[in-house]
């Protein structure tokens, strides 16, 4: 009885759903963290998240600044891809009533997951 038990909890534990928490920084570097090995920034509820989840340790951002990085996290595609790009002075402008953005059509991160049951 036992060992059915077990087998129960098992695959229960298997079908349940994985937690996400997603943390996306600006301006951070690789070794800014406890985690990944700062001696000079404490970071004690990162590194134990880090210790107890899964770490990135080759992620690589899609662009250098943080509209467009955010548009391919949450897509999934390059930012120019989706439409997110600089434009020809290089700066970024968001105009007041400006229709930059995602298109509606785009699938994000969240609506992928939320269609899995999240």
């Known amino acids: 009885m036992k060992v059915l038990f077990a087998l129960f909890i098992a695959a229960v534990s298997l079908s349940a759903a994985p937690n996400y928490v997603l943390i996306f920084c600006d301006d951070l ?4 963290l406890g985690c990944y090995g700062s001696k000079q920034n404490r970071t004690p509820r990162i590194d134990q998240l880090a210790r107890e989840g899964m770490r990135f340790t080759d992620f690589y951002s899609s662009s250098p600044v943080c509209t467009p990085s955010r548009a391919s996290l949450m897509t999934g595609c390059y930012a120019r891809r989706v439409g ?8 970024w402008v968001l105009i007041p009533r400006s229709r930059r953005g995602l298109s509606p059509n785009e699938l994000t991160l969240p609506e992928a997951l939320k269609a899995e049951g999240y």
Do not use: A, N, P
Not at 84 to 91: A, L, R
């Open 29 to 32: 570097g690789y070794g800014d």
């Open 84 to 91: 997110m790009h600089e434009d020809f002075t290089g700066h």
